[in-house]
């Protein structure tokens, strides 16, 4: 126990064997160099990437999604997802008037994609592959959580059937598309609330909040840069315009960084290190001319609700960034290793 009655994740060491893991993205910038750290991180087996509107209309999402594969050299199957809110007809606010529209691109600047995406509907293949073999994949959402809302509701024996679900969402103070909210949720609140309701079973939630104290400097762009490998260089130019978006943002303007939201939860999955966590619970409001999408994280269980989800603050993320450099510039012989995995 740490001296605020929470709970210290353990480090960990190297597995045993790879960790089976399914990436849920709305490819924008960080999700880009989320799918790169999944792809060349030794612990990681990617087996499969779902889409879903978020950061940009599904489709580019897709084809944002396939151009990083490609880059990469890798065969990782891509399916389509939602290309609407849960509920909703579109965003709380349309896609046009988001205040955050500078910092992905549509599409991403990489090369055109070859490959095709696989037939299969998103939602299918999240629940067949967690029925298929219960506990033995993981599943990261970077984006908002329509997909897994519909699989949840289509089946839910899911919620108890996934090794772990990381979410990358959520704030308690640090909001980055409204002062009450994150995008991930605040995209599609109705079915970040059902996700959340759903009982699943391991289910570690990592706020802005904690994404945020690990931001990735331009030396550490710098550093991609110069290895002279191909994905570690395009992941410099991603990071490069997040930075770029980020600069008239305090105190990331004057540290010439960035975060790369995505990418850390990616190495969270892997490296409990870099949090501190503690079991709470959460919800999302859904209606409010000021809170739409922002999450009640009842820190101190004055709601009287039992904890549904892990908390994941912030431990050691002064670790995150060199992490990156380094397994973007070490691992090129695992770029095509995934092929054709799951």
């Known amino acids: 126990m740490n001296g605020d009655g929470t709970t210290a994740a353990r480090g960990r060491g190297a597995p045993a064997q790879r960790r089976r893991v399914i990436l849920d993205v709305d490819t924008g910038t960080d999700d880009a160099v989320a799918i790169m750290l999944a792809l060349r991180h030794p612990a990681i087996e990617l087996v499969g990437i779902t889409t879903v509107n978020g950061n940009a209309p599904v489709d580019v999402v897709l084809d944002n999604t396939l151009r990083v594969l490609d880059l990469a050299g890798s065969s990782v ?47 299918d293949f999240l629940i067949e592959t967690a029925l298929c073999a219960p506990g033995a994949t993981s599943l990261v959402t970077t984006a908002p959580l329509t997909n897994l809302a519909r699989a949840l509701a289509r089946e839910p024996r899911i919620a108890g059937a996934f090794a772990e679900v990381v979410t990358l969402g959520g704030i308690h103070a640090i909001g980055n598309v409204t002062p009450a909210a994150d995008f991930n949720v605040w995209a599609d609140p109705e079915a970040a609330r059902a996700v959340l309701r759903a009982g699943l079973a391991r289910h570690l939630l990592v706020p802005l909040d904690t994404s945020q104290r690990a931001p990735v400097s331009r030396a550490h762009c710098d550093a991609l840069e110069a290895s002279g490998d191909p994905l570690a260089r395009a992941a410099a130019r991603l990071i490069g315009a997040r930075i770029d978006a980020y600069r008239d943002r305090g105190a990331l303007a004057a540290q010439r960084a960035a975060p790369v ?10 490296d409990r290190r870099l949090l501190r966590t503690e079991a709470l619970h959460v919800d999302v409001e859904t209606r409010g001319d000021l809170t739409t999408g922002r999450t009640v994280i009842d820190v101190d269980a004055r709601g009287g609700a039992a904890p549904n989800v892990i908390v994941g603050w912030a431990g050691a993320v002064a670790g995150f960034a060199d992490e990156l450099v380094r397994r973007l510039t070490t691992g090129a012989s695992r770029a095509g290793d995934d092929a054709g995995a799951g």
């Open 261 to 270: 939201h995505d990418a850390f939860a990616v190495a969270a999955l892997v």
């Open 77 to 123: 199957p891509v399916y389509r997802g939602a290309d609407r809110p849960l509920e909703r007809p579109d965003f709380p606010v349309p896609r046009a008037q988001r205040p955050d529209r500078a910092v992905h691109a549509e599409p991403l600047p990489l090369p055109a994609a070859r490959s095709r995406r696989a037939p299969e509907h998103a939602v």
